[in-house]
């Protein structure tokens, strides 16, 4: 592993432990800041290591936690109130519709 891939590992490894600490969703250009990137630059590596842009990764995360919220035996109603969703109204149509 060449000394960039090591930097980057790192640097990803500290995106996602920031991404699944956060209370709500963060934003491109948060994400990149923390990471000390342009947004450009963040979401290509990113994209390039997970395999999904930050976005994409953050969605899977909401719809995995409203599937255990739906096993836990809240409605259909009652889940995406329970998200930690800013764009409350974007989250129920992604949810409904059953897609991230």
Known sequence: M???????????????????????????EDLAARMEMSPAHFQRLFSRWVGVSPKRYQ???????????????FTTLETPMRWACPARAACMTCFFAGKP
């Not at 980057?8 to 432990?17: P, S």
């Not at 899977?60 to 035996?73: Q, S």
């Open 59 to 73: 969605q899977y995360l909401a719809l995995g936690h409203a599937k255990a919220l739906l096993k836990d035996r």
């Open 2 to 28: 060449t000394q960039d891939s090591r930097y980057h590992y790192h640097v990803m490894r500290r995106a996602i432990e920031e991404i699944d600490a956060a209370p709500a969703p963060l934003s491109l």
